[in-house]
């Protein structure tokens, strides 16, 4: 939410559109690996995990549209599931001519994952070809 504050701040500011997106699917992926439980497939228990993922996406999505809402901004919301953050982001600013990609530095994600494979964060300000906030 501290990256929606500073994206609110430009909004007003600079009078910029604003685009917030929330991707599953990197959440996804950290729970899958084998899950089993007796009389319990390992499907079933991903799907839950996954909807319990897209409910809290959308929760968060709508906490977005009420904060500019307050302030009689508008927002545009997007609610991703096929494509990782990172790539999302490198589509749209090559589609969408985005100039600055606000990002917050601290997701829900494992030390073990970040240290494998580092941050959503890092590797969008090794790929993007627009500037890139961080904001902690």
Known sequence: MNAVEKALDFKKRENSEVVV????????YELIPNITFSGVSKSSISL??????????R????EVEKRFKDEDEKVETRLIFDISPEDYIKKVIAEENFD???L????KH???????LGTIPD???NSAS???LIVR
Not at 48 to 57: G, K, P, R, T, V
Not at 104 to 107: E, M
Not at 110 to 116: A, G
Request: proline residues 0%; aromatic residues 4%; glycine residues 4%.
């Open 110 to 116: 494992s030390k073990l994952r970040q240290v494998i």
């Open 104 to 107: 917050g530095c601290k997701g």
């Open 123 to 125: 590797r969008v300000i």
């Open 59 to 62: 929760k968060t999505l709508k």
């Open 21 to 28: 997106f929330h991707s599953v699917m990197h959440h996804i």
């Open 48 to 57: 839950s995990i996954h909807e319990d993922y897209i409910n809290l996406a």
């Open 100 to 102: 600055l990609v606000i």
């Open 130 to 132: 627009c500037d890139v």
